[in-house]
């Protein structure tokens, strides 16, 4: 690069960056400044250096619940309702419980932005979008504010099944303004059921006006900023355009949780009672399998809640939350659980009536090694 280039580079690049600088596009300004670094990187090292320090610290240096409250949140024109939910700081009860394999994917977006000055010395823009995938009650949502929570950051999440308009130009409208406020702020916005709106252009069902809308989608996310994480998450993979996969910079797939990641929802769901359940742990965890890390928690509460308020041992409540499982499930679902029901301490009678399996069945399984919970509950047989 000539010195005449390089001044014409720089005299231009002024220009343009007083530009978008008055009309407040913070976000622009950061991609043309990237560019321009890129551009200079060889012929003006210093300057360059310069630039990618400035954007590696800019998005921690403003002050991230003043940006998250700063600007008005997009509302219906209409119903002046708000068209997101704002979060911050987040708060969680318990971290989510994912597969190793998950986590590693999740830890490395989350490193990405606590080393952006590695990254934008390198020539690399951190993970801007990223895509999850999976069945209901896995962990999507509680990842994405996971990871908001460990960046320090706003969770804005946008639910599409909720935003969509009967007027479908004015959805369009809406999701503009709400991606256009997530763009001028340091967040994590979540885009939830993405296939609300995200799906295949081929459906003979859709008008015109929606499947314009999923080109208008892929466009921002396309031209999505590095300052901002974009989050989508959809239950419901296969109906999404073949092209949105194409768009996200990473893509997670959750899968039904496996029996170690089970034990261990288990575990954290029983809470101050997983002591009395460890001896039943892997045992419940096979017998949960299928189930989501949502619907596991779920259950461990009713059987807590029902230990408290019915005044009933736990391992009563646990076989009364099996029973109605068992007394639609097949055969061999059944017998499957026959050693875990002979080990409870509970009466026989109690067992079948519970549970559909005959007396005589769980007496053959009455070898007295199974583990058990502690029980008050005297055998009324």
């Not at 024109?77 to 597969?99: G, K, T, W």
């Not at 020539?123 to 929570?149: E, N």
């Amino acid at each position: 690069m000539t010195k005449t280039d390089e001044s014409d580079i720089k005299g231009d690049f002024i220009v343009h960056l007083a530009r978008l600088g008055m009309a407040g596009k913070s976000g622009d300004v950061q991609a043309y400044v990237r560019r321009i670094a890129k551009k200079l990187s060889k012929a003006d090292a210093a300057l360059t250096d310069s630039l990618t320090d400035l954007l590696s610290n800019q998005p921690a240096a403003p002050n991230a619940m003043r940006e998250a409250t700063a600007g008005f949140v997009p509302v219906d024109s209409d119903s002046r309702l708000a068209l997101l939910r704002q979060e911050f700081p987040v708060s969680l009860e318990v971290d989510p419980i994912l597969d190793a394999d998950i986590a590693e994917q999740l830890e490395q977006i989350i490193a990405e932005r606590q080393n952006l000055s590695s990254l934008e010395k390198a020539g690399l823009p951190p993970t801007r979008t990223v895509l999850f995938s999976g069945p209901p009650g896995v962990g999507k949502t509680m990842s994405a504010r996971w990871i908001a929570k460990r960046l320090k950051r706003p969770l804005l999440t946008l639910d599409l099944a909720t935003v969509m308009s009967s007027f479908l130009g004015k959805t369009g409208a809406n999701i503009r303004l709400v991606l256009d406020y997530a763009k001028s702020i340091d967040c994590v916005l979540l885009l939830d059921e993405l296939d609300a709106i995200a799906k295949k252009r081929d459906d003979d069902g859709d008008v015109g006006e929606l499947k314009r809308l999923v080109t208008v989608l892929l466009q921002e996310i396309d031209e999505w900023p590095s300052r901002s994480l974009l989050v989508a998450a959809t239950n419901h993979a296969e109906l999404l355009d073949p092209a949105v996969w194409r768009r996200f910079d990473d893509v997670v797939v959750f899968p039904l949780p496996d029996s170690q990641t089970r034990a261990q929802v288990i575990s954290v769901a029983f809470d101050r009672d997983a002591n009395a359940i460890q001896p039943l742990l892997n045992t419940l965890a096979d017998l949960w399998e299928g189930k989501s890390s949502s619907d596991i928690t779920r259950l461990a509460r009713w059987i807590r809640r029902r230990t408290v308020i019915g005044k009933v041992p736990m391992e009563e409540a646990l076989l009364e939350t099996i029973g109605r499982d068992l007394k639609l499930a097949p055969a061999s679902d059944r017998k499957k659980l026959l050693p875990l029901l002979a080990g409870l301490d509970i009466a026989d009678r109690r067992i079948s009536a519970a549970t559909g399996i005959s007396r005589d069945t769980l007496r053959k399984y009455r070898t007295g090694n199974a583990p058990k919970i502690s029980s008050d509950m005297e055998d009324d047989d």
